[in-house]
């Protein structure tokens, strides 16, 4: 099977967030996975549009992602929540054939729960679960290997940045990013991740990785390609 690379991931990105039942007021991601909000963080958003909380939608992992992947994957899916024991780090992904095991760490954040989850869902849907079964220190190693290589329009993608990128564009969409990322980081710095990653409820360690990675320029550019095509 041919590797899928950066504007593959970008297109299925897209196309699944062409379905209403992904995306939801930011204000329910809230609710619904339990998310501290403190002030600093809200504020951050008010100095960009008073009004713009109110308009944010991000991705739904629970209610709207996974029952599309179910439907993709035909089989039944269940998420468990583990506690530490060295089989695994954040999260994993088994694909037994007649239905899937998600599991995430007990102890994570609730942003860093909905990226674990989402990522390990698009395994499932892109059918890159080709890493079940490494050990923990391979997965670790394989990770890091991944984010550290130049990406290019034709780099032929591993399965684990795959599933990461896909995840990015799912938590951070396009069109999103052009209303709120770009403000946010012209008012406190691209240093400053921490407002970017309360804004759109994703790990702050991912919002760092894809802007030092350069990822976002290059998605920014095949975004717009795409979306003349």
């Known amino acids: 099977m041919n590797r899928l690379t950066i504007k593959d991931v970008i297109r299925i990105a897209r196309d699944l967030l062409k379905n209403e039942t992904l995306i939801v007021p930011r204000q329910t991601v809230i609710d619904e996975c339990a ?9 951050c958003l008010d100095s960009i549009d008073p009004g ?43 694909d037994y054939g007649t239905h899937a095991t ?27 679960t080709t890493i079940k079964g490494e050990t923990p220190e391979h997965l670790f190693a394989s990770a890091k290997h991944a984010r550290d290589k130049i990406l ?14 896909l995840a990015v564009e799912l938590f951070l969409p396009f069109k999103l990013r052009r209303t709120l990322l770009t403000p946010l980081w012209d008012h406190f710095g691209e240093e400053n ?7 759109f409820m994703c790990p702050r360690a991912v919002i ?9 320029d290059l998605s920014y550019r095949i975004n717009s390609e795409v979306e003349k095509e």
């Open 35 to 43: 998310i501290p909000v403190d002030r600093v963080s809200e504020k």
């Open 102 to 128: 998600i599991r995430f760490l007990k102890g994570i954040t609730p942003c860093w729960v909905r990226f674990t989850i989402a990522k390990e869902l698009l395994h499932l849907y892109t059918d890159t």
């Open 208 to 216: 760092e990785q894809v802007r030092d990675d350069r990822y976002l």
């Open 52 to 94: 713009l909380r109110s308009q944010l939608q991000l991705v739904d992992v629970f209610g709207g992602l996974l029952p599309i992947v179910q439907k993709a994957y035909g089989h039944p899916i269940e998420i468990l929540e583990v506690e530490a024991d060295g089989a695994v780090l954040y999260g994993d992904v088994k």
């Open 193 to 199: 991740a921490y407002p970017v990653a309360k804004a």
């Open 152 to 165: 290019t329009d034709s780099t032929p993608l591993d399965d684990e940045q795959v599933a990461f990128y």
